[in-house]
């Protein structure tokens, strides 16, 4: 009788439709286990990001009533936690399941009933969630596309439409709403919990998306199809898009910190009031950009653009410079004091996050004047991720960390030609999505480039390993016929050492069933005695032949050939010392597909649980990211490409696609247990904004509550 396991999803005891095929059906299973152990984690998360946001809530509520309300959230969080994940999950389940039929019985995610408009928290709340679709779908890119083609070639159904698509945004905002009504949640609480999937979830969707490619890639789906990673299109290309006219609230959410407002709220509070003088005048906007244009063109000192207050003085200077020295003093003003102060506060936090090579930080000095112009000419700079020159900054960072700093000189030029452009043009948002599409065009070129060298290498690693495969068979298979007809000792170190290498390359090349190599097997019992030799000239030949194909040169495969068949030299005991240096020779060639690297591993008896964890891990999903320390204390990252789960070894290689190390399963786990290598987590956001997160957390906690005493 079969038992339901604990924690497993009901659902997975469903089966796919009879009338699928029967490999249909087992890949939809497979993809069906891959995301219920994929969702689990992120999920955990999120409702953990949820009573935190709830906690936070019940802290600053306003009332008493208000602050029970989120703490019986909190409890009704802990009762139903385990219920929404398995609802959730499915709900995917489910989605793949109906494969194919899906787009008849899906309607759009976030339709709601015509009355529930009348509530301005559950119109919010429609909105959020198509922004969230519309952002998870411009986020998914070629990912996305590949898996619609392989789902639907796995159905036999022309290529799945994103409302027919099972782990699309729409189908995830699908889950969302089914799983999370019943939880019965005040309609506020509902969108704290939307932020908190959007964060968690949503936003790290594209390693699940991979994680479905490579396999069914693995199992015949498509395995050739690589499209081209075009320049994403959620970015502005001319005007920046209109803010809603809905003065509703922008729903912060983890990647989306504190509006303009909130943040020079919390930054008066902390600092106090700035004092105003009553001799001097605001510069307008037009002096506050040709001050900083100015500043920006001379190459301000990266000392002064790590310090506010020292940034604020030589912008005061630039202002009045050329003034009479009666003239009315020129400020800033609050507004862009204030702005001046967070982003010096931001781009602190962002060289504090970024490694400490000279390229990265030298980036964003010069990237810092130019940001500052472009909030202060547009106040949705700190409001809208999508804004055209937060976008910008975002993909600088990402260029510094990914590819400048691991040495490729082809994005240098274009950098410095992008900043160039920000120091002389009027910060505008087309200018700004002019360049964040000219960047991205050059770094999908890398991408590229890269993608091909590193198959380029994994192919050469699979290559090795087949030939190694076939030689351990050739090796058993020449065994056999050695013990069958023991031959003398120098013809079996000719066998062992140059005719077990055309026995392996015939088998790599024809297989074992083919007729080429039914005849090397032949020409093996004919050397060994077994079979008549029949024409020895013919004979000769066909050994010369195989033996050429290995690599030998032609009086050398003559030499080895005469030798093995007995023709023109008569084995005896006289040429014993003779064969025995022929023999030594061939031990030490090496045959096409070898590497003078390549070392076999010595096994260990008992893994580690390490690596046991690890050889579980990466036997089903290749292509993680690990963190090495160098030997003066710095830190790179590889790729693992490649990983054989047969010789339990993997292959490392650069951002750009470059070798970088061989290593075996017990060495790795080793260095991980020794602190010398860390597995990379996925991360859910960008440097930025996770800079932009902590500036806003460090705003708040060194924020006095108002009313408290001290």
Known sequence: MDVEQPGRSRSST????????????????????????????????????????????????????????????????????????????????????????????????????????????????TAALDQLVARSAARGGPLLVELSYRLAVLIGTPPLESDAMPLGPQAIAKAFRDSSAALGLPAEHHLLLLQAVEGKLIQGLTPLHEVVNNHLAA?????????????????????????????????????????????????????????????????????????????????????MLRRAQRLREALVDQLNAGQPLDAVPILPGPDADDTLELIARLFDTLRRQLPPPALAHGLLDRAQLPMLRAALADESFFERREQPARQLLDQLIEAARDWLEGGDGGLLAPVEQLLERLDREPPTPALHAELAAELERQVAQLQRKAQVTERRHVEAMQGRERLEQARQRAAELLTGLLAKAPPRA?????????????????????????????????????????????????????????????????????????????????????????????????????????????????????????????????????????????????????????????????????????????????????????????????????????????????????TPIPGARS
């Open 14 to 125: 469903v089966a796919p439709p009879a009338h699928w095929p029967a490999k249909t059906r087992r890949l939809v299973d497979d993809v069906r286990e891959l995301c219920r152990e994929w969702l689990s984690e992120p999920l955990k998360l999120c409702l953990a990001d949820f009573d935190r946001a709830l906690h936070e809530h019940a802290a600053n509520a306003r009332s008493h009533i208000e602050q029970q309300r989120y703490q019986a959230t909190r409890q009704r969080l802990v009762q139903e936690r385990q219920a929404f994940e398995q609802r959730f999950i499915d709900c995917i389940d489910r989605a793949l399941l109906e494969l194919g039929a899906q787009p008849a019985a899906t309607s759009a995610p976030t339709a709601r009933p015509t009355l529930s408009l009348l509530d301005p928290i559950e119109h919010e709340m």
């Open 219 to 303: 199992a015949g789906i498509l395995p050739r199809l690589r499209p081209f990673p075009l320049p994403r299109s959620p970015r502005p290309r001319g005007r920046p898009r209109p803010l809603p006219a809905s003065p509703a609230p922008v729903p912060e959410t983890p990647d989306a910190p504190a509006r303009p407002s909130g943040l020079r709220e919390l930054l008066t509070r902390q600092r106090g009031p700035r004092p105003v003088s009553d001799h001097a005048r605001f510069a307008n906007a037009g002096e506050l950009d040709a001050a900083l244009a100015a500043l920006s063109r001379r190459r301000a000192d990266p000392d």
């Open 490 to 702: 120098a013809l079996r170190a000719l066998l062992e050492h140059a005719w077990s290498d055309v026995l392996a390359l015939t088998l790599l090349r024809h297989g074992e069933q083919s007729e080429t190599f039914a005849r090397r097997l032949v020409i093996t019992d004919q050397l060994l005695g077994r079979l008549p030799p029949g024409n020895l000239e013919t004979l000769q030949t066909e050994v010369i032949a195989g033996l050429q194909q290995i690599g030998m040169h032609g009086e050398e495969a003559t030499e080895i050939a005469q030798r093995l068949i007995g023709a023109g030299a008569v084995m005896q005991e006289g040429d014993g010392p003779g064969l025995t240096g022929l023999a030594m020779r061939l031990k030490q060639r090496r045959v096409p597909g070898d590497s003078p690297e390549t070392t076999t591993p010595a096994t260990p008896a008992v893994p580690s649980a390490e690596a046991l964890r690890l050889h579980q891990r990466l036997s089903r999903h290749p292509g993680e990211w690990f963190e090495f320390v160098q030997a003066d204390g710095g830190r790179v990252r590889r790729k693992l490409a490649w990983y054989s789960p047969r010789a339990a070894r993997g292959l490392f290689v650069t951002r750009q696609g470059q070798r970088a190390d061989e290593t075996s399963l017990a060495d790795l786990a080793q260095a991980i247990a020794a602190g010398k290598v860390r597995e990379v987590p996925a991360v859910n956001e960008s440097d930025l904004d996770r800079a932009w997160r902590a500036l806003t957390d460090s705003l708040r906690q060194a």
